[in-house]
């Protein structure tokens, strides 16, 4: 759509950048404060520099907790995105079923977070949760997601899967309805194949919603808190221990505001570094045929 | 039957279960949770949710978390409406710099903001009010939303603008005679989810509570007590948090995939 000139609409814009400006600019600029000051009192302050940063940039634990974060952020992708695209293909496209199975699938992006963590704290556990007594007992393998690190994980991205992959599917279904009936008509004529005419037709289709599907849990899961910390606590050890979680250990566990203020900023352009490039690409495809 | 319906329907087995098991476990006595595992209650009882709607403690954490949900959804809509018309409509100097910022902070970890937003808010004076929580959650809701309705202002024609200006109409009077009932399905997409991120939250709405304003996920973990877990209550407290969330599903049902997809499709 061509779009005019008129630099008036940063009057409309304006509510939204001084509510958005006052919960994000003042507390990051706390934070930068934090990050190069140490902090004793009000009036006992020491500007200290970059050591914070010096600190905790050679800091093996946040280095591990990084890490674990990307091989958990790869993982949740790599489940998540061709899962979801299959429950997309597979989901009733008409009548009553329909509806049933769209609002059966978002119901768990409706529960809160820590109910989520609480849902699968219960049915894992070996005692009193049906999947942890099923796997414990009728298929007679050793599973305790408290003690053993694999379990742990193994327990953290079921949950997650089970949490989000919905989001991947609805958004897949978003554009799989979008695609009118005669290109699949063309295709029958043809003699197209299954296979042809998921790679294209719906895949193309699909590359926008994809794309967001892919930044939202790309940087949701990289954020992730709650649900992990209410089923593991980042435990066996430091096993489950994800950048936030890492993060707030230090800042409200052991009150090091330096170092959490240091680790902030460094989590902070981790994310908008990874934001600018997806945002690019993003622009790039959706100006292209799948967007509008 | 085509393979990818079986795996569909495996998936809705899969997704059921947890949830059967919450609420299989809320129907029972801590004595029956931990006396063995039954798939159905032995003897169901109500008593678990009869302790959450007459104990204030437990129902005012309801009441907390719907008040700042639906505050933060009237705020986030009344300042996203103009500001996502604006992207949809003009370009103007730092246009596209606004929208990528307003998005990092849609993708910011909470728990960055978790320490300066519970001094900003003491600070202040509104810690532990329902304002305070709503006010923090939109950092990540107003992003969203200008998003969302910026996705369905842009697919309604410009022309439709044109003709109303041509006619006479100011800003004020077509934007809300004429634009908002346009996208009222964009709209009401977006206070879904509005709704839901706010619903979902809880490390941020913790933080900033205390008691009157505390929500109801925090209440949960009361149920922690020196004499052991109260697993049904917690079970119960947990069933009831989905309930919200369900009605308001049923109501966007029809609209719900395109609003995933952000109006985008």
């Known amino acids: ?292 | 039957m085509s393979r990818s319906r079986v795996v569909v329907i495996v998936w809705f087995v899969f997704l059921l279960l947890p949830l059967y098991w919450l609420f299989n476990m809320s129907l029972k006595t801590n004595a029956e949770i931990l006396s063995g595992l039954t798939l159905v209650p032995q003897n169901p009882t109500l008593a678990n949710y009869r302790t959450i709607f007459t104990d204030p403690s437990w129902y005012s954490g309801y009441i907390n978390s719907l008040t700042y949900v639906g505050l933060n959804t009237l705020i986030s809509l009344s300042v996203a409406l103009p500001a996502a018309y604006a992207f949809s409509r003009y370009r103007f100097i730092g246009d596209k710099h606004m929208f990528f910022w307003l998005l990092t902070n849609r993708m910011a970890p909470a728990a960055v903001f978790l320490l300066p937003f519970f001094q900003l808010y003491q600070t202040i004076g509104l810690f532990d009010t329902h304002i305070a929580v709503a006010l923090a959650h939109c950092l990540f809701n107003v992003p969203l939303a200008v998003w969302i309705l910026e996705g369905f202002m842009s697919g309604v024609p410009k022309e439709i603008d044109e003709t109303a200006y041509i006619d006479g109409y100011g800003f004020p009077r077509f934007f809300l005679t004429i634009f908002v009932p346009l996208i009222r399905s964009g709209i009401g997409v977006t206070a879904f989810f509005c709704f839901m991120f706010s619903w979902v939250e809880l490390l941020l709405a913790r933080t900033l509570t205390t008691v009157n304003a505390k929500p109801i996920a925090a209440t949960m973990t009361r149920t922690v007590s020196a004499a052991g877990m109260d697993w049904a209550t917690l079970a119960a407290a947990g069933v009831l948090t989905i309930v919200p969330g369900a009605l308001v599903i049923w109501f966007v049902r029809n609209y719900i995939a395109k609003g995933f997809a952000l109006g985008r499709v």
């Open chain 1, 1 to 292: 759509m061509d779009k005019t000139e008129n630099n008036k609409a940063w009057l409309l814009v304006l509510p939204v950048f001084v509510i958005v400006a006052f919960s994000a600019i003042i507390p990051l600029i706390t934070v930068v404060n934090y990050a190069f000051q140490d902090i004793l009192g009000p009036q006992d302050r020491y500007w200290v520099g970059t050591e914070w940063f010096r600190e905790v940039l050679t800091d093996d634990a946040l280095q591990e907790a990084l890490l674990r974060q990307l091989v958990f952020s790869t993982a949740v992708l790599l489940v998540e995105i061709p899962l979801g695209i299959v429950l997309a293909l597979g989901m009733p496209s008409r009548g009553a079923g329909a509806s049933a199975a769209l609002v059966l699938m978002a119901l768990p992006l409706l529960i809160p977070w820590n109910v989520v963590g609480t849902i699968w704290q219960i049915f894992a556990r070996g005692d009193i949760g049906l999947a942890g007594w099923f796997i414990n007992g009728p298929l007679g393998l050793d599973y305790n997601y408290t003690a053993d690190p694999f379990d742990a994980w193994v327990t953290i991205l079921v949950m997650d899967v089970w949490h989000w992959t919905p989001l991947v599917a609805l958004l897949c279904y978003a554009g799989l309805r979008a695609i009118p009936d005669a290109y699949y008509q063309a295709a029958s004529i043809d003699g197209a194949s299954r296979w042809s005419v998921f790679r294209h037709i719906e895949l193309p289709k699909m590359r926008g919603v994809l794309l967001i599907a892919v930044l939202l849990r790309f940087m949701d899961s990289f954020t992730i808190y709650t649900e992990p910390f209410v089923v593991t606590g980042g435990g066996p050890g430091n096993a489950t221990t994800f950048l936030s979680i890492h993060l707030a250990k230090i800042a409200v566990g052991q009150f090091d505001l330096g170092p959490a203020a240091a680790i902030s900023i460094v989590y902070f352009l981790i994310i908008l570094t990874l934001s600018f490039v997806f945002y690019n690409v993003m622009i790039r495809v959706g100006t292209g045929s799948s967007k509008r």
